[in-house]
């Protein structure tokens, strides 16, 4: 008994959090938000069991990130290696397509649980995120499916599309040191402000 429970202890179930915003992406904020209301309801589960519990939260800021996180969808949510996702489905994004900052039409991840679709993973007494990490603690591997495998890095075209207008949009805002000097003083509110939706660049400057 004293090598089981001292094999209990030293278990650990490891969750990755992946996503492309935290600022504007209504799917990203959610997910993160019940990826800790899930984990809080199993937390004296997981004391009892002897369980720690680390949490990664990924910035996919680039698409050599992405690649080598073999990371395909935004958000994405892996316990032990294996993404709780069972089947990648997406969706158009109204608050990633009405953000300047994304490029226009985002496509993010459409959760499916129990024959249901969701835009972000339930939460519950029972749901998603509970029951992948549940059946990672107790070792059941074939309840969570497996990840994306590393050998398959190709970046879908909708990723694609989304760091490069990032890329872009960077690139394109001048420097201070420019803004200082292009235009009177008197125009800087409408020179430099901030960008509307329909200029290309962070700062607007003529």
Not at 92 to 115: F, N, T
Not at 159 to 169: D, E, M
């Amino acid at each position: 008994m004293t090598t089981g429970i001292q094999s209990d202890q030293t278990r650990k179930v490891e969750i990755d959090f992946l996503y492309l915003d935290l600022e504007v992406c209504d799917r990203c904020k959610g997910t993160e938000a019940n990826l800790a209301i899930a984990l809080e309801s199993v937390g004296n589960v997981l004391a009892a069991s002897g369980v720690e519990v680390l949490v990664r939260k990924t910035l996919v800021d680039s698409e050599s990130k992405a690649t080598e996180l073999a990371f395909v969808s935004s958000p994405t949510i892996r316990v032990n290696g294996r993404d709780i996702a069972p089947e990648l489905k997406e969706s158009s994004c109204a608050s990633c397509g009405e953000a300047p900052r994304c490029g226009g039409k985002i496509d993010c991840r459409v959760w499916v649980y129990r024959g249901q679709e969701y835009t972000v993973p339930p939460v519950g007494p029972v749901g998603l995120i509970v029951d992948a990490t549940l059946a990672a603690v107790y070792s059941v591997q074939e309840r969570v499916p497996k990840s994306v495998p590393k050998e398959d890095r190709a970046i879908p075209e909708n990723l694609k599309r989304f760091f490069a207008s990032k890329g872009a949009k960077q690139q394109a805002c001048c420097s201070a040191a420019e803004q200082a000097t292009c235009c009177d003083a008197s125009q800087k509110a409408s020179c430099c402000g901030p960008a509307s939706q329909s200029r290309v660049g962070g700062c607007a400057c003529q």
